[in-house]
């Protein structure tokens, strides 16, 4: 049976810590390079910080991570992409990106609503030593291709090769959890199989709180978020992506 | 047949154009750059069998536990332990990307005199000297492990002093301990039971304390719920991480908590909310209310608030003797909910924040956080494992960095329970490392070595048959059937933890304690300055808005 891949991403529990940002670059050997800024560094996933625009006691905010959106419906990146570096498993849901097939032409990133790809300008580089703390089970990110959140494929591929060794044909659910859910230390980030009725994750979907982000755009994203609060909801229709608010302290 | 030039000409644009439709120069280019992105010296990763060792993290005193991923010798992936009931499954940011600080290009990795490289032996035969002149101290950041026993050994030994750069944690409890005598390192709160929090600027979700202790606690009882069952009233000055997520939060002026926590003392005995105390503040309300900007009404609402749901427990994130005062008079001290004793030692601490005066060397472990700095004109020989610019030795020595020490780690900061862990060395450093302890025991064997004290230490602990041991499986200590079998768990990155403390604790607050100023909260970074941050780090506040840069932070 095939799956369907998506989060829900409850924003009242998330406090802003930044440990799936962090969680995210070790484990897809992401490079730190001293050159790299908002607008070119390489972050698979980003939490922003959104206020409702009030000041003073009356100022809310929440702070939201995003990440490849991974729609399944008229994919944006995938109807642009020239080579066919982008496609949609079929058996997961996941939307996949080659970089063997990607010429760097970023289409796709300029297609994409969410700002939630990224080009990848630099080789590699750490300082000397550092590359013998590099997750052995994912190459390191080749330059001049674009790069976005694959829902830690490589971990659905350890998954899959326990499953069986052990003659099973299904992975147990356990053993597959991307490194932003395993990090975020209140449990904001919900991972599951949406296209089982009785996973929580699908159930949660169907919450009145769950919304997702452009969704009049009808590329019915696999990303879904959570909030109690009316104006964090009334966000997810606005035109641009949550704008990043500088924040000292 | 004759070739003209104008044969050559046509030759050579015909071959342009039909270079260009042919798929050649693109399947060249394609392979250029395909190539071009592989460069055999483009680092790789390490090769080799992968396997998974628990252990515990070493940043800070709160000694998370850690499931390190190693491949080819060396922690290539960190995430937590689901199982430790300390840091429940949770790191720090910092602590997931912790296992690139050991190739740090600000590592430390020659022993340094003043700025120049010098070597071990001349750190010794210095070091030597200048104790025998004397007098000596020690400061240490992680007291109670089996190395701080060597450093107070060897500071006692030598008629030196032992002196502890307590964190903000700790200097929040010190208030109790001169008031009850029971030692601030012997306190904790007790976040577990309580059920509203009164926090004056405590970041509580920002890093304070244990990463993943509070957090947990707050995403189970109290996110996203209408009626939470743990409430927090967060007063802070401008919407913190832990404001934006807080029941209630107040917009208090800055540097107003003393006079905040004054005001609340007042309308409680107002209004009857407490019963009767002999140390009463001298502000009124009114001079309260001036001072934090909220109102009168607004204060006497908010003491009915809080003692509508006990317990009840006022947090600071430092040293703030006005706050503990409020604590004593809502009845938390010694109660459930509120600051408890976690062991029952008496055993007090020297701290280190005032000047160091009258001595030949001061020792600086590499426990104590970067931006300390002795406040002493003595020989200052400062163990680190990076050299942040900051530390202001006349020796820089390098220690061992991050899991290449085998260290034993006790109870946490602030933390209601005892608990004993071990982190063992799963790097190995590829240059000359020493740790304070084994420097100073080199000097003097009769101050003891980490090792047997560690040993020592477990041999009490299965004496006492007390508590419990979480490591693969939950295992009461009348379960373990040896010394050798407790050591095996805890190397295997078990971690065990006590009974509660059954000793009284209490309080006479015989007047109010002056106001005192203001502290500055701090969070996860606080121990670290740029730019031994580990690089990881840099995706927080370089590649990112969340956060301003650690200069700015801290």
Same mark, same amino acid.
């Given at each position: 049976?095939?799956a369907?891949?998506?989060?829900? %991403?409850?924003?009242?529990?998330?406090?802003?810590c930044?440990?799936?940002?962090v969680?995210?670059?070790?484990?897809?050997?992401?490079?730190?390079?001293?050159?790299?800024?908002v607008?070119?560094?390489l972050?698979? %996933?980003?939490?922003?910080?959104v206020?409702?625009?009030?000041?003073?006691?009356?100022?809310?905010?929440?702070?939201?991570?995003?990440?490849?959106m991974?729609?399944e419906?008229d994919?944006?990146?995938v109807?642009?992409?020239p080579?066919?570096?982008?496609?949609?498993?079929?058996?997961?849901?996941?939307?996949?990106?080659?970089?063997?097939?990607?010429?760097?032409?970023?289409?796709?990133?300029t297609?994409?609503p969410?700002?939630?790809?990224?080009?990848?300008?630099?080789?590699p580089?750490?300082p000397?030593?550092?590359?013998?703390?590099?997750n052995?089970?994912i190459?390191?990110?080749m330059?001049?291709?674009?790069?976005?959140?694959?829902?830690?494929?490589?971990?659905?591929?350890t998954?899959k090769?326990?499953a069986?060794?052990?003659?099973?044909r299904?992975?147990d659910?356990t053993?597959?959890?991307?490194?932003?859910v395993?990090?975020?230390?209140?449990?904001? %980030?919900?991972?599951?199989?949406?296209?089982?009725?009785?996973?929580p994750?699908?159930?949660?979907?169907?919450?009145?709180?769950a919304?997702?982000?452009?969704?009049?755009?009808g590329?019915?994203?696999?990303?879904?978020?959570?909030?109690?609060?009316?104006w964090?909801?009334d966000?997810a229709?606005?035109?641009?992506?949550?704008?990043?608010e500088?924040k000292?302290g | 047949m +004759?070739?003209?030039r104008?044969?050559?000409l046509v030759?050579?644009?015909?071959?342009a154009?039909?270079?260009?439709v042919?798929?050649v120069?693109?399947?060249?280019l394609?392979?250029?750059s395909?190539w071009s992105q592989?460069?055999?010296?483009?680092?790789?990763?390490?090769?080799?069998?992968?396997?998974?060792?628990q252990?515990?993290?070493?940043?800070?005193?709160?000694?998370?536990?850690?499931?390190?991923?190693?491949?080819?010798?060396?922690?290539?992936?960190?995430?937590?332990?689901?199982?430790?009931?300390?840091s429940?499954?949770?790191?720090?940011?910092?602590?997931? &990307?912790?296992?690139?600080?050991?190739?740090?290009?600000?590592?430390?990795?020659?022993? #340094?005199?003043?700025?120049?490289?010098?070597?071990w032996?001349?750190?010794?035969?210095?070091?030597?000297?200048?104790?025998r002149?004397?007098?000596?101290?020690?400061?240490?950041?992680?007291?109670?492990r089996? $190395?701080?026993?060597?450093?107070?050994?060897?500071?006692e030994k030598?008629?030196?002093?032992?002196?502890?750069a307590?964190?903000p944690e700790?200097?929040?409890?010190?208030?109790?301990?001169?008031?009850?005598?029971?030692p601030?390192?012997?306190?904790?709160?007790?976040?577990e039971?309580?059920?509203?929090?009164?926090?004056?600027?405590?970041?509580?979700?920002d890093?304070?304390?244990?990463p993943?202790r509070?957090?947990?606690?707050?995403?189970e009882?109290?996110?996203?719920?209408?009626?939470p069952q743990?409430?927090?009233?967060?007063?802070?000055p401008?919407?913190?991480?832990?404001? $934006?997520?807080?029941?209630q939060?107040l917009?208090v002026?800055?540097?107003?908590?003393?006079?905040?926590?004054?005001?609340?003392?007042r309308?409680?005995?107002e209004?009857?909310?407490v019963?009767?105390?002999?140390?009463?503040?001298?502000?009124?309300i009114s001079?309260?209310a001036?001072?934090?900007?909220?109102?009168?009404?607004?204060i006497?609402?908010l $003491?009915?608030?809080?003692?509508?749901k006990?317990?009840v427990l006022?947090?600071?994130?430092?040293f703030n003797?006005?706050?503990a005062?409020?604590?004593?008079v809502?009845?938390?001290?010694?109660?459930? &909910?509120?600051?408890?004793?976690?062991s029952?030692?008496?055993? #007090?601490?020297?701290?280190v924040?005032?000047a160091?005066?009258?001595?030949?060397?001061?020792?600086?472990?590499?426990?104590?956080?970067?931006?300390?700095?002795? +406040?002493?004109?003595a020989?200052?020989?400062?163990f680190?494992?990076?050299d942040g610019?900051?530390s202001?030795?006349?020796?820089?020595?390098?220690?061992p960095?991050?899991?290449?020490?085998?260290t034993?780690?006790?109870t946490?900061?602030?933390?209601?329970?005892?608990?004993?862990?071990?982190?063992?060395?799963?790097? #190995?450093?590829?240059?000359?490392?020493?740790?304070?302890?084994?420097?100073?025991?080199?000097?003097?064997?009769?101050?003891?070595?980490?090792?047997t004290?560690l040993?020592s230490?477990?041999?009490?602990?299965?004496?006492?048959?007390s508590?419990?041991?979480y &490591?693969?499986?939950?295992?009461?200590?009348?379960?373990?059937?040896?010394?050798?079998?407790?050591?095996k768990h805890?190397?295997?990155? $078990?971690v065990?933890?006590?009974?509660?403390?059954?000793a +009284?604790?209490?309080?006479?607050?015989?007047?109010?304690?002056?106001?005192?100023?203001s502290?500055?909260?701090?969070?996860?970074?606080?121990?670290?300055?740029a730019?031994?941050?580990?690089?990881?780090?840099?995706k927080?506040?370089?590649?990112?808005?969340?956060?301003?840069?650690?200069?700015?932070?801290?």
């Amino acid at each position: 049976m095939s799956a369907r891949y998506g989060m829900v %991403i409850d924003l009242d529990r998330c406090i802003g810590c930044g440990s799936c940002m962090v969680a995210c670059a070790a484990e897809n050997n992401v490079p730190a390079l001293q050159q790299a800024t908002v607008r070119t560094g390489l972050t698979p %996933i980003v939490v922003r910080t959104v206020s409702n625009g009030q000041e003073g006691a009356a100022r809310r905010e929440t702070f939201i991570p995003i990440m490849c959106m991974h729609c399944e419906h008229d994919t944006p990146c995938v109807k642009v992409c020239p080579q066919q570096a982008v496609e949609v498993d079929r058996a997961t849901g996941i939307v996949m990106q080659m970089p063997q097939r990607c010429l760097g032409c970023r289409y796709c990133m300029t297609a994409c609503p969410y700002h939630a790809r990224y080009f990848n300008w630099w080789d590699p580089a750490w300082p000397a030593g550092m590359e013998k703390s590099l997750n052995p089970g994912i190459a390191v990110r080749m330059r001049g291709v674009v790069e976005k959140c694959n829902l830690c494929h490589a971990r659905l591929h350890t998954a899959k090769e326990k499953a069986a060794a052990a003659a099973k044909r299904e992975i147990d659910p356990t053993d597959y959890v991307p490194a932003c859910v395993e990090a975020c230390p209140t449990s904001a %980030i919900h991972f599951g199989n949406l296209a089982d009725a009785n996973d929580p994750v699908a159930k949660e979907s169907r919450s009145p709180e769950a919304f997702r982000l452009l969704a009049r755009l009808g590329t019915e994203p696999k990303v879904y978020y959570k909030s109690k609060e009316a104006w964090v909801r009334d966000l997810a229709e606005t035109n641009s992506a949550p704008r990043p608010e500088v924040k000292h302290g | 047949m +004759k070739v003209t030039r104008r044969d050559l000409l046509v030759w050579s644009a015909g071959a342009a154009a039909g270079l260009v439709v042919t798929p050649v120069p693109w399947k060249i280019l394609d392979d250029v750059s395909i190539w071009s992105q592989n460069w055999p010296w483009i680092p790789q990763p390490a090769k080799g069998p992968v396997e998974v060792k628990q252990s515990a993290c070493t940043l800070c005193p709160n000694g998370c536990g850690l499931r390190v991923r190693m491949a080819g010798g060396c922690p290539v992936g960190l995430s937590g332990v689901n199982t430790n009931p300390v840091s429940r499954g949770a790191l720090c940011p910092l602590g997931f &990307g912790a296992h690139q600080l050991n190739w740090h290009p600000r590592r430390l990795r020659n022993v #340094k005199h003043r700025g120049n490289i010098s070597s071990w032996s001349e750190a010794s035969a210095a070091f030597a000297k200048a104790a025998r002149e004397g007098p000596i101290v020690i400061v240490d950041g992680h007291p109670g492990r089996s $190395a701080s026993s060597v450093l107070e050994n060897f500071a006692e030994k030598w008629g030196g002093g032992y002196r502890v750069a307590m964190g903000p944690e700790t200097r929040s409890l010190a208030p109790y301990e001169l008031w009850s005598g029971v030692p601030a390192t012997s306190l904790g709160y007790d976040l577990e039971n309580t059920q509203t929090i009164v926090s004056f600027g405590a970041p509580l979700l920002d890093g304070w304390g244990i990463p993943g202790r509070f957090p947990r606690l707050w995403a189970e009882r109290a996110a996203s719920m209408n009626d939470p069952q743990l409430r927090i009233v967060q007063a802070d000055p401008s919407l913190s991480r832990t404001a $934006a997520r807080a029941w209630q939060w107040l917009q208090v002026r800055e540097g107003s908590e003393s006079a905040l926590a004054a005001g609340l003392v007042r309308a409680l005995l107002e209004q009857n909310l407490v019963p009767a105390h002999g140390a009463i503040p001298l502000a009124t309300i009114s001079e309260a209310a001036n001072e934090t900007g909220l109102s009168a009404d607004r204060i006497r609402e908010l $003491a009915r608030t809080i003692v509508a749901k006990p317990p009840v427990l006022a947090v600071s994130p430092d040293f703030n003797p006005a706050v503990a005062a409020l604590n004593v008079v809502l009845g938390a001290v010694g109660a459930r &909910g509120g600051i408890v004793r976690s062991s029952d030692r008496t055993k #007090k601490y020297s701290s280190v924040a005032g000047a160091i005066s009258n001595v030949r060397a001061v020792v600086i472990d590499s426990s104590v956080p970067w931006d300390f700095a002795a +406040k002493s004109d003595a020989e200052v020989f400062r163990f680190a494992a990076w050299d942040g610019g900051s530390s202001k030795g006349d020796w820089l020595l390098p220690a061992p960095g991050f899991l290449e020490e085998s260290t034993d780690i006790s109870t946490p900061p602030a933390y209601p329970v005892e608990t004993y862990a071990v982190a063992a060395n799963l790097a #190995k450093p590829t240059f000359e490392v020493q740790t304070a302890a084994r420097f100073l025991a080199n000097l003097d064997a009769s101050a003891g070595t980490p090792e047997t004290i560690l040993h020592s230490r477990c041999e009490q602990l299965f004496r006492s048959r007390s508590g419990t041991l979480y &490591g693969q499986t939950i295992t009461p200590m009348t379960e373990i059937a040896s010394t050798q079998e407790l050591e095996k768990h805890l190397w295997d990155g $078990a971690v065990w933890v006590g009974e509660r403390c059954s000793a +009284k604790l209490a309080c006479e607050l015989k007047e109010w304690p002056s106001a005192s100023p203001s502290s500055r909260a701090g969070n996860w970074t606080q121990p670290w300055l740029a730019p031994v941050l580990p690089p990881l780090a840099s995706k927080l506040y370089i590649e990112s808005n969340l956060r301003g840069t650690p200069g700015r932070t801290v």
